[in-house]
């Protein structure tokens, strides 16, 4: 089992930047893939973003490509998520997650496969 906790969210103008962080608590961080998905209201949780155990393998998701970038510090246990040029649409409840993963280059779109969440932090872009 691995504790995450979200920090970063807040209230931002469209077309601007927000970083969010996710920290981890134990000592096997480096055995899981992470990922972030989104929940908007009235909507389904989406899948963002994720990386690989090793780092050397990140997903996104279409809607966010080439605007948002996943990072991570095993050193650190974190994982962070920048997001650039954000749009209305992205306004959701941000949640890290983590896959207890034995291959080092997997990550996963599939919220089933994760079974550690953290609460969540709401990210709001205004027009």
């Known amino acids: 089992q691995v504790q995450l906790v979200e920090s970063g969210g807040g209230l931002v103008q469209a077309g601007g930047s927000l970083r969010l962080s996710c920290a981890a608590s134990?000592?096997?961080?480096?055995?899981?893939?992470m990922g972030w998905f989104r929940q908007a209201p009235g909507k389904e949780r989406e899948f963002v973003a994720a990386i690989s155990r090793s780092a050397g393998n990140t997903v996104y998701a279409d809607s966010v490509k080439g605007r948002f970038t996943i990072s991570r510090d095993n050193a650190k246990n974190t994982v962070t998520l920048q997001m650039n040029s954000l749009k209305p649409e992205d306004t959701a409840v941000y949640y890290c997650?983590?896959?207890?993963?034995?291959?080092?280059?997997?990550?996963?779109?599939?919220?089933?496969?994760?079974?550690?969440w953290g609460q969540g932090t709401q990210v709001t872009v205004s027009s």
């Open positions: 134990g000592r096997t961080f480096s055995s899981y893939a």
């Open positions: 997650a983590a896959d207890l993963q034995r291959d080092p280059v997997i990550a996963t779109m599939r919220w089933k496969s994760y079974d550690n």
